[in-house]
């Protein structure tokens, strides 16, 4: 191309849009096969489906893997399969019909994770349900990420006064992103390098993290952003009013306390949230991380007060609403020698306390505490194998046990036995997780003499904990197929995503062989 390439009518240039389409996917179609075979040659794997429409509203099912590379767990995009439904049977058929296109076999999937959706998750007919029936050892793993957003989803609409609140969050970003000067006069007041009222979102909780956040670092001045609008006689009447009945809101003691509280939990689930969407995460850390969340939602259970006090600092002189005593009738109910039940009074505060902090404190824990159950019961099969130091002989051999009658075809119950007995003793006292175990085996060469612990954690490691990697493929899927290219052809969007998403495996491939064959095949030399 460099010595030929546009000289002129009647000499070859390969520069033609043909030629160009040959060589996306002549190159698409080899980091494909480069993927493949790096996950045959690992052997065990996890899968990953989510589906999304395209700008030409084709509904695209991304298919993502997850195996152990070297010393250490990847994640890896392999192409966008267009669906025309959503039932589990018609998605059974995509991903068997993929594998067997690309010859990876099913019998060597053990892990599944997808969202928690019926269809995907249902234990009865849902696609995790129809795979293992496949592939028995195939176990399935939620996604992570989106078993937390539900858990904050549940709590957020708990009782009356959460709605009421992230109701008041979300007008609050109405009031002001309606208008570009109303925008411009809360940036001057809350000031530049802060965080802006975001719009929220029920898949993202980041934004209601962010949008909370901002409303508890800059309270008093989105107030006085407010009260720059009310005296603000440019304003129409109708903005004057909608300010006003923000800044009236915002000067509630219900709003101001639940501003700090669920400022402390968002921002707690938000930096989790980011933890659970790593590509190297693995399950240990994420039942880890998951149970120390919900620690500290146990320990917000005796906090009501310092919250309170945190909120007559931020609003002094101003108590819950109908705070003087109200009397509540319980139902009276006449029983034999007692008399009426007695009339109940309550407080405000506490009121507040058992009507609405309790119940989110209560949603949350519950939630957590079934979401976490599912990591657990999985983790557990392997997790004697970091505490291989301090387990007896009697209950190592029932662990041992156990995790050979899950996986039969894999790994033998005594030899794992005796394996470990000797193992740990060689592991030093410093190492303590699997990725650690695993690297020291490669990194010694002892998959001949630990050869069932070496395929326990291989197993392990290979096992995906939520389908983020799926999600972020649909972010390039919007770039690639943009509105200037929506009637792009399949093949040319799924060399194009492979090579744009997976650019690592891209960029060490030696494409002489492939340019070789090309210019072979191009040529117009006859031998004679």
Known sequence: MKKHG??????????????????????????????????????????????????????QLTFTVRYVKDLAPVERFLQFVPIHGHGAEHLETVVLNFLQENEISISDCRGQSYDNASNMAGQYSGLQKRIKDKSESALFIPCAGHSLNLVGNSAAGCCLEAIIFFD??????????????????????????????????????????????CLHDSYDEIKKALEFLIKDISQSKETQNDAQNLITKMNTFEIVFLTIFWNDILC?????????????????????????????????????ENYQEKAKILLPNTDYRGSSKRTKKRSRRMVFFDGEAEELEFQGSYKFKIETYLPVIDSLTSNLEKRTSAYEKINDNF??????????????????????????????????????????????????????FY??????????????????????????????????????????????RSTMLQERLNCLSLMSIESDVLLTIDFDDIIKNFSRKKSRKRHM
């Open 268 to 304: 707690h689930f938000n930096e989790t949230s980011k933890i659970l969407q790593k590509e190297n995460l693995n399950l240990d850390v994420a039942v880890r991380i998951l149970k120390s969340l919900l620690h500290f939602i146990k320990d917000l259970r005796s906090q009501f």
């Open 168 to 213: 008041f969050v979300q007008c609050l970003y109405n009031f002001f992103s309606a208008s570009t000067h109303r925008w411009q006069v809360l940036l001057s007041f809350v000031g530049k390098g802060k965080k802006i009222v975001k719009q929220l979102s029920g898949t993202r909780w980041s934004a209601r993290a962010d949008a909370v956040t």
């Open 439 to 484: 690297s020291t085996l490669k990194r010694d060469h002892l998959e001949s003499t630990f050869p069932n612990i070496e395929i326990s954690l291989r197993i392990f490691l290979s096992m995906m904990v939520s389908n983020c990697t799926g999600e972020r493929s649909f972010s390039k899927l919007k770039l690639i197929k943009n509105e200037l």
């Open 383 to 436: 997790g004697f194998l970091v505490n291989i130091q301090t387990i007896a002989n009697v209950e190592l051999k029932d662990h041992c046990s156990n995790l050979a009658q899950i996986y039969k075809k894999d790994i033998n119950e005594n030899e794992l036995f005796f394996e470990c007995q000797q193992f740990k003793y060689y592991i030093s006292k410093d190492e303590h997780s699997f990725t650690e």
């Open 6 to 59: 546009n000289s002129g009518k009647g000499n070859t240039s390969y520069l033609s849009a043909n030629i160009c389409e040959e060589f996306i996917c002549l190159m698409g179609n080899k980091v494909l096969s480069e993927i493949i075979s790096e996950l045959k040659k690992a052997k065990y794997y996890s899968i990953s489906v989510d589906s999304t429409p395209d700008l030409s509203h084709v509904d």
